[in-house]
């Protein structure tokens, strides 16, 4: 096996990348490269050429820095079409790529565990994403001292029943009792509840629509419980420094 390895062989080429932060596919140009080649021997008188393109790639629309890697080898040749092409792209992402929030009030167990969600969607590691979904409901019940709930159970001779539980299906209902949430919400957050019991021990794959749901409305409960209180306070304040 032999190795050569170069530097700059690409830079200055432009090429059509999907932009991380534009989110469509714009023009890129290759701010440097390491560039590496070789050949290697796999049977008698029989030897794979290959190439490798390591590249630092700058969007020419927003100015966004990302990082891109091109290979290809003689096996992926076709004399027609030439080169078949691999491209990798980091980090990585689709028209589609959701965006991590900032929070700035939330709690900092909650942010770690909500950008670890975001990321496990965006590399379509779904059933983790399902879990991190409902690590995040366990979460913000944990960080607001919800210990347990009331919750309606049919007993064997068909009547309901009122019990105070301390899974997370009593804890949700401890939101809404605790005036963390309005009752709709506490519903909402039962499916997530659902979606992450799937994912956790059915091991069952949820769709990207429904995790994309799911992140939005995590998304908008934690506006709703961090960042629009602290908005309401620095706004009051405001109000009254111009009263003085």
């Not at 432009?14 to 714009?26: G, P």
């Not at 919750?151 to 605790?178: F, M």
Request: aromatic letters at 8%.
């Amino acid at each position: 096996m032999s190795r050569k390895i170069e530097y700059n062989i690409t830079k200055d080429k432009i090429i059509q990348v999907i932009c991380i932060t534009c989110k469509n596919r714009n023009r890129h140009k290759v701010l440097t490269s390491v560039d590496s080649s070789g050949e290697e021997d796999i049977a008698y008188n029989y030897t794979i050429n290959w190439y490798i393109h390591h590249q630092i790639i700058e969007c020419q629309g927003c100015g966004s820095i990302s990082f891109r890697d091109e290979s290809s080898n003689s096996e992926d040749f076709d004399p027609e079409d030439g080169y078949n092409i691999t491209e990798l792209i980091y980090p990585k992402r689709t028209s589609n790529t959701w965006d991590t929030k900032e929070f700035y009030n939330v709690p900092q167990n909650l942010r770690r565990i909500y950008k670890e969600t975001i990321d496990c969607y965006n590399i379509d590691c779904l059933t983790l994403c399902g879990a991190g979904v409902r690590a995040l409901v366990e979460g913000l019940c944990k960080e607001n001292n919800i210990l347990d709930g009331v919750v309606e159970e049919q007993k064997a001779d068909g009547t309901i029943g009122i019990k105070r539980k301390k899974d997370l299906q009593g804890k949700i209902n401890g939101l809404y009792e605790k005036g963390k949430l309005t009752k709709k919400s506490a519903e909402i957050l039962h499916e997530h509840r659902f979606l992450g019991n799937r994912a956790i021990h059915e091991l069952s794959l949820p769709s990207k629509e429904e995790l994309g749901f799911a992140i939005e409305i995590v998304e908008n409960v934690l506006d709703t419980l961090y960042e629009i209180p602290q908005k309401a306070i620095q706004l009051k304040t405001e109000r009254l420094k111009k009263e003085i």
